[in-house]
Structure formats: C-alpha cells, structure tokens
C-alpha cells in the first residue's frame, strides 16, 4: 500500500512539473557574454542595412548575425531608445539626444542637442520613446516631447506626466500616468473620448488590428476600442496578464500578438484560434522580464531583456519540444499521435496531449523505438514490447530491448531488431502472432530484407551478417559477412534500404551485396556522395537524412541526383544522441529525438531565394577595402554578412583562389592566418542542394615582408655593395699586408739562410781547419816520429862509431866495424812497414779521395803525394822513400804530369787542397 502510495505520488509530482511544456519556436539567447554590455535592453530595432540595433543602458550594440559592436554616447549617457529612419540610427538618453550613421564599418555619432539646446539644472528630461509622426521626429521624455524637422528642434511641455506616445491611424496619442488618454491635435492636447476606463491606469502599448484599437495596460490587462465603445478584453489569457503586469505589446504578421511581461515572460497570442504560447525563464528564456519587442524582416521576433537579448523564430518551420527540468531525459524516439506525442526516452514513455507531459505508467526504464502501425504504436522498451493503443498500453513481449523495426520489402512484415536475435511480425492486426528467428541470440540493432527467408544484420557491437532461414524461421546459414570479406574495422555497422537496394555503412565506405560473387562491393554513387558520414535515416523512397561532419542534411532523392538542404547546426548542436537518429515522418513535418526533446521540422522543397551578402574585412580592427594590401604575418577577419538571423539563413562556404575543397564559413566568419605574400582570391559560395554557386568574392594583396620591400632590396643592394667595397679594400689590404709579410718573412728567411749559410760555411770552416790541423799533426806526428826514429839511429850509429873509433886502431878493422855499425843502424824493414801503415791510416780519407780522382796513380805515387802533403822537403823525403834527392825531384814532375797541373801551380798546395 505504501509502495502503491509512492508511485501515485511519483506520476504526480511528475505531471505537475511537466503541466507547461509545450512545443515552442527555437529561441536563440544572448547574453552579456556575447555581447559583453550590459543588463537591461530598453529597445531593439533594425536598421536599413539588416543589422539589429540594441538600446543597452551605456551603449548602443550593433549585431550584423556576425559581429557585435557596441558604441558609447560622449557624454556616456545612459541610451533608453533608438528608432530608425533612413540610414540613421536615432538615439534618446539623459538630456541628449542626437543619430548614429555608419561609415567605414564604425558608428559615428551626431549629437542635436549640443550647442542647440540647453537643460536646465533641475530638469530631469530623459528621453524614453523615439517615433515618427508628420515627418517629424518626436523625442518624448515622461513630460513632454522634442520635435525635430531636419533643421529645427521643437520643445513641448505637457502638463501632465506621461507614460508613452503612439502613432494610432495618423493620429499621435498620448497616454498620461493618471489622467487617461489624450490627442494631440494642431499641436495641441485634447482629452480623447469614450476611454474614461483607462484613468489612472499606466498604458504600456497601443496597437490597431483589424479596425480594433487595443488598450494594453500595466496591471489592468487588455482593453479593446471597437466602434466607440471601450470594454475588457475578453479572453482568459487577459486575467494571467493582469498579474503578470505588461511592459509591451505589438500585433505582427499571421493575426498574431505579442505581448512581453514584466515577471512571465512573453506571451504569443494566435487570433485565428485563440491559442497560445509562453515563453518564459521555465522554458527557455534567460529571465521573464520583457523590455522590448522588435519584429524582424523575416517575421521573427527580438525580444530586450531585463538581462540579455532574446531571439524567436516564430516563422522558422522549426519548433522545438524542450524540457529544462530533465525529468523526461534524453528521448530515443518520438512519434505524433492525435493528440500529441509519444515519446520514449532513457526514463520511460512519455506521452504529451493538451500541453501536459506524463509518464505511461509502468514504463520506467530505458525506451528506445516507437513505431506506428496502422492506429497502434509498437515500443520497443529495455524491459520488453509494449503496444500503445487509443490512449492505453499493454505488454506484448518480454524480450528485451527492441531497438528498432523496419518493413521488410517484400511483404507487409516487420522485423524487430533486439538485445537477443530478430522478431517477424507477420500481421500488423495482430501484433501477438510473431516469430523469433530462431538460433540467432545475438544482440542486434539494424535489420533490413529484401529476398524471401533472408535478413541482414548489423550486431550492435561489430559485425554484418546474412541470416538464411526456412519457413519454420528455423536459421540455416548465418554468415558473417564483414569477417568473410576481410574487413577488419567491423564495428558499428550500419544498413540503409535505398529503394530496394540495401546498404552497408562500414568503416566510413558504402557497400552493396553481389548475389552472384558472395562479396561486399563499394557503391560509388553513395561513396561519391555521402562517404563519412556518422548517421543516416530514411524517411520515405525518395526522402532520407544524414548527419554527416555533425551537420544534419535532408536529403531528396531526383533520379540519381541528390539534392541536399542543410538544417542549421544551432538547432541541435551537442543534443543529437550518437547513433540513434530516428525520424518520424508526421503529414508535412518531420520529428527528430534529441537529448532533451524533440524538435519537429518542415522539410518541404522550396526554390531559395539568390543570397545578397556583405563582406567586411578587418585587419587589426581596420576596415580593408577590396583590393587593398595587408601585412604579412597578419590576421584577417572576413565578415560574410547576410542579413538573415533565423531558419533562412543560408550556409555559405568559401575556397581561397580556386582551391580544390569549399570550406563551411561558421557563424558568419572567415578567419585567414599564415598568407603568403602576393594577390588573394576568396570566393563566397552558395548552394543550392546540389551546386555550389558564386556569389561574391573578396580579393586582397599579402604585401611581400619588408625585407623585401622595394627600399629594403634598394639598402640590401647598398649593403651589398658596401660589403663588396669592404670586403675588396680588406681583401686588398690583406693583399698587402700578406705581400709586406712575404717580403718580411723573406727577408727574413734570407737573413736566416745567411745566417745558417754562414754558420754552416764557418762550421765547415772550422771542421775543416780541424780536419786540416788533424792532418798537419798527424803529418807533424809521423814527421816527428819519422825524424825521431832517423835521429834516434842517427845517435845510435854515431856512438857505435865514436865507440869503434875509440876501441879500434887497426885501419881496415875500423873500417869494417863502421860499415857494420851504419848497417845495423840503419832502419829495419819491419818498422818502415809499421811506419808506412800507421801513415796509410792516418791519411786514409786523402788516399781514397786522391785515388777516386787520379786512378792512375801508383801506390810510390800515393806515397810520394802522403809525404807532399805532410809538407816534407825532397831531401827529407829521399831517404824515406830509400832514392835520392834528384830521384825524388824527378819522381814529383812525373807526378805533377799525371795530375795536369801547371808550372805555376804549387804541388803541395794542391794535395794540401784535397
């Protein structure tokens, strides 16, 4: 009972947080964040060039779908309005008030006040309204207003305080804080008729529809004039207005009202049924205070908030199903009933009828797939299959996990792909006659059939397979497919059924089936066309939908041509949910589960309009003109400005001079880094589903770095020149200074070689007068020798013969002993033999170098020259050679023949010169 208790409380709770979601037009929020200003937004417009203008407290901020500016008045004022005409942007602050105009991509600011007109001290004129009424221009503070002609400024005093002015068919009236409404009539004040009721009421709007004036009051709701006659407005949104107190209001296109709240956000009034829409902080807004509406050229709305500025594509063929407070989670599947919609998602089924969101009891859990079926709706859940039929829901299987259901191509089956094999259902009518294929107990996700007792798989992990089965949906083959053709990166498998043909996504390439080979064969038409894509789903035969670089593309089929039309990324950025795209088709519109809900989308083919563009180039915050020259090194930011803000605007794409790819041009901007030097082409395309088309182009010059300017090549060539001079006076100074070196350096070396030739010559010198004086005392040596042995035999032969002479008288006797004596004294032939050696060793060099000269010169002749050059004396040599004086006179002129010298050359000095 407690547990019972619980869960009414739970679907309770739930439905009661879910009472006012509600399918919205897709709201764009700007914060100060984007266009770093500040709080409130007094009011918003739009000016001659598409740009929307924003009245922010201290500035005025432009906003061109690209860029965001923002623009001080000079005496930094605070801006309460702005108003357009022609091309200037009129503005009203505190005691100023003056128009902006545009000139080279700035505002440039216009004061009609200074020096024209002075506010007294105690004045507290602050303009809050800018209008036009007379081809005046009406500046209106709370009392009065300042009319301006073009040349002069118009003061007008009210005696009362005042709300706003409104122009109401050509009339200009005027709404006092307390005393009702009042004319101005030939610049006068007359109390208006039959608006008694609006006494002491603040009136926040007057607007005129449909011969009805409408009365929108701050506290009091709305009141409506038809045919003299002030009443109530009688709806039952006027009571929730009356607390919800009105700031502004405006009628727009399509019998639509407008009306902005000061604590409930903005409220979207349909006159043809009655019915409408809030929107406001619970939903999608950034804060219910509504300050200002604007309606755009494309019929959408801009809304100035007490915090940031909002954007509602009221006119977008897009609508979106939000919920911000994630009870519902991240929906799988979503699919249209009578009366609203289903939808499965990570929490359960959900259904949503007469603007209240509430669970399906019994749900709770992962839901992945809604499928209709004639008038009942299969739901494929975690827990099992669930049938949805006129608002009731029973359990069909508790197989888990149906991930999806096709059709199969060849009879009215359907297949279901689960966490443990494949489901036939064979009669729609009777969803509980279905058979499990049997054998088959993997988990799988995408199925598709075209040839009878045969299904493709695609396992939820990895892996494509041909299941053949008979016709008691007993499996016969399964065959792996991908493994059998050798495609290793088999994972997340996708099949796509193109009118009849069946695909295969895998590892980025599209393949079909060849019956006749048994082989996976690429398929050039969608490898041509939609290689790399992440998703794909079809929609009808000749409708399908890729998501392909995170871009979704509604894809209509022609023949073999594919038209693709891209829904812009804003729409669904970081919501679509990896893998599990599903589309439901609902007559004209399309549903697409996202995180958080779904968004509904109106895919019909229309002819698109030729895109006017703009482009403003800046470089370092300076305008570049086209044609122009910038830096190199530099940055430059191309603005591609189309003037369009919601679903019409356009993807534009770019290349730069003709290179291969178009390249998407992302929120507007062109970003161009790293440019090399010389003439540069960007071209901005359109296209139009299948062509790229040109439609402008913006062309520059990346100036050459300055090193390479014409003056730095004209100094470079100075430099050179410089240089080359330079380095010829140090080459030529080198020159000389290597030639005064060499010469010094030869100098010095002849100084060195003299020196060395001199010591050289001196120690040859002195080795040979060494060698000489080594010769002369051997020479004096042997001499020595040789006298002292002549003189030692010489006293020898004279003391024997004074001894004979003295001992001996017998004549004959002495006589003989004296001859005896001189032969004994005489020298012996043994030590002349060891006298001529010992001479032959000493003068050893000489003899060799005398034989080498005179080889014919015999050994007496080599004996003779030994003692001629030992400078002995022909009488000394006489006896040594044992001849006589004159043998040895004759033997020295046979010698002198031999040798060829003259009469006049001296034989000693010649051997002396050996």
């Known amino acids: 009972m407690k547990a019972r208790l619980l ?21 764009e929020n700007y914060s100060k964040s984007n266009y770093q200003g500040d709080n409130q937004i007094w009011n918003v417009v739009q000016g001659k060039d598409n ?10 901020l432009r906003y061109d779908g690209v860029k965001w500016e923002k623009y001080m008045l000079p005496n930094k004022t605070v801006i309460r309005s702005i108003m357009i005409d022609g091309d200037r942007i009129y503005s009203g602050s505190y005691q100023e008030f003056g128009y902006w105009f545009r000139k080279n991509a700035k505002m440039h600011y216009v004061s009609l006040t200074k020096g024209k007109r002075k506010f007294g001290t105690n004045n507290n004129e602050e303009i809050w309204k ?44 005027i709404a006092s804080v307390e005393k009702g409404i009042f004319k101005w009539i030939n610049d006068k004040v007359e109390k208006a008729d039959n608006l008694s009721l609006l006494e002491n009421k603040v009136i926040h709007g007057i607007q005129k529809h449909q011969n009805r004036i409408y009365f929108f009051t701050q506290k009091s709701g709305v009141f409506v004039f038809e045919n003299n006659v002030l ?4 709806n039952d949104l006027n009571d929730i207005l009356k607390s919800a107190n009105i700031n502004v209001a405006q009628f727009i296109k399509n019998n639509k009202m407008i009306i902005g709240t000061a604590n409930k956000g903005v409220y979207i009034f349909d006159l043809n049924d009655g019915s409408y829409k809030n929107i406001n902080r619970n939903n999608v807004l950034m804060n219910n205070s509504i300050l200002s509406v604007f309606q755009d050229k494309e019929n959408d709305l801009w809304l100035g908030l007490d915090n940031g500025i909002a954007h509602i594509e009221i006119n977008s063929p897009i609508s979106i199903f939000y919920d911000s407070s994630g009870i519902l989670g991240s929906v799988y599947s979503v699919a249209s009933t009578q009366n609203g919609y289903l939808m499965a998602s990570n929490h359960g089924v959900f259904k949503y009828e007469e603007k209240q969101l509430s669970l399906i009891p019994n749900t709770q859990g992962q839901a992945w797939n809604i499928s209709k079926m004639n008038d009942q709706y299969l739901i494929g859940h975690n827990e099992g299959t669930y049938i949805f039929k006129n608002g009731l829901l029973s359990k069909l299987s508790n197989i888990n996990g149906g991930w999806n259901l096709v059709k199969s191509s060849i009879n009215n089956s359907y297949l279901q792909a689960t966490y ?7 009669d729609i009518n009777d969803l509980s006659k279905n058979n499990a294929i049997k054998e088959v107990l993997k988990p799988i996700k995408y199925l598709a059939q075209n040839r009878k007792n045969e299904i493709w798989a695609a396992d939820n992990n990895r892996g494509l397979y041909r299941i053949l089965y008979n016709d008691d949906y007993v499996t016969t083959k399964v065959d792996n497919v991908t493994l059998r053709n050798k495609i290793s990166n088999d994972f997340g498998v996708k099949i796509f059924e193109f009118r009849n043909e069946i695909l295969f996504l895998i590892d980025n390439s599209w393949y079909t089936y060849n019956s006749i080979t048994n082989q996976l064969e690429n398929n050039e038409l969608f490898n041509s066309n939609f290689r790399n894509v992440s998703d794909i789903v079809a929609i009808d035969e000749n409708h399908f939908m890729v998501l392909q670089d995170g871009i979704l593309y509604s894809v209509f089929v022609q023949g073999t041509k594919f038209i693709r039309n891209s829904i812009q990324e804003k729409y669904y950025k970081g919501k679509i949910i990896n893998d599990n795209l599903k589309v439901f088709k609902d007559n004209n519109n399309y549903l697409l589960n996202m995180d958080d809900g779904f968004i509904s989308l109106d895919l019909k083919k229309e002819e698109k309009e030729k895109v006017k563009i703009k482009i403003e180039a800046f470089n370092d915050d300076i305008l570049v003109e086209n044609n122009s020259k910038i830096s190199l090194n530099s940055e430059l930011r191309i603005n591609v400005i189309c003037g369009i803000y919601g679903a019409e605007k356009p993807d534009l794409f770019y290349k730069i001079n003709e290179s291969k790819g178009y390249s998407p041009i992302k929120e507007g901007l062109i970003l161009l880094n790293n440019l090399n030097s010389g003439s540069q082409d960007v071209g901005i395309y359109s296209n139009d589903g299948s062509n790229y088309n040109k439609i402008a ?10 090193y390479f300017s014409s003056w730095m090549i004209f100094v470079y060539l100075i430099l050179i020149g410089l240089i080359l001079y330079l380095y010829y006076m140090w080459n030529k100074l080198k020159y000389i200074q290597k030639l005064n070196l060499q010469k010094e350096e030869l100098k010095h070396q002849k100084e060195i070689l003299e020196m060395e030739l001199k010591a050289e010559n001196e120690l040859n010198r002195q080795e040979y007068e060494k060698h000489i004086l080594q010769l002369e005392l051997q020479s004096k040596s042997l001499e020595v020798a040789g006298k002292s042995l002549s003189i030692a035999k010489q006293s020898e032969m004279i003391e024997n013969i004074q001894n004979i002479l003295d001992t001996e008288l017998d004549f004959n006797k002495l006589k003989s002993e004296i001859k005896k004596s001189i032969r004994i004294n005489a020298v012996n032939k043994h030590e002349w033999e060891v006298f001529e050696t010992n001479l032959n060793q000493i003068n050893n060099e000489f003899i060799i170098a005398l034989s080498k000269r005179y080889p014919n010169l015999t050994p007496k002749d080599i004996k003779l020259c030994v003692y001629l050059k030992m400078n002995l004396s022909s009488k000394e040599i006489a ?7 004159r043998g040895v006179e004759l033997h020295r002129y046979r010698l002198r023949k031999k040798m060829g010298l003259s009469q006049e ?10």
């Not at 409380?9 to 009472?19: M, T, V």
């Not at 006896?879 to 004086?885: A, E, H, T, V, Y």
């Open 7 to 27: 869960h009414i409380f739970f679907f309770g709770f739930i439905a009661l947080q879910l009472n006012a979601q509600e399918l919205l037009p897709f709201v």
């Open 51 to 60: 740009a929307m203008y924003f009245a922010n407290n201290n500035y005025l």
């Open 130 to 173: 800018i209008f036009k009424f007379n081809n005046k221009i009406y500046f209106q503070s709370f009392n009065g207003f300042f009319a301006f002609d073009g040349k002069v400024i118009k003061e007008t005093k009210l005696p009362f305080l005042i709300s706003y002015c409104f122009v109401v068919d050509n009339q200009l009236l």
């Open 231 to 234: 009443s109530v407005w009688e």
């Open 420 to 426: 443990s094999g494949i489901i036939i259902y064979n």
């Open 697 to 706: 182009n913006f062309q520059f010059v990346v100036a050459k770095a300055w």
């Open 879 to 885: 006896p040594m050679m044992n001849i006589s004086f």
């Open 905 to 914: 050359e001296s034989l000693s000095m010649f051997l002396l010169s050996l």
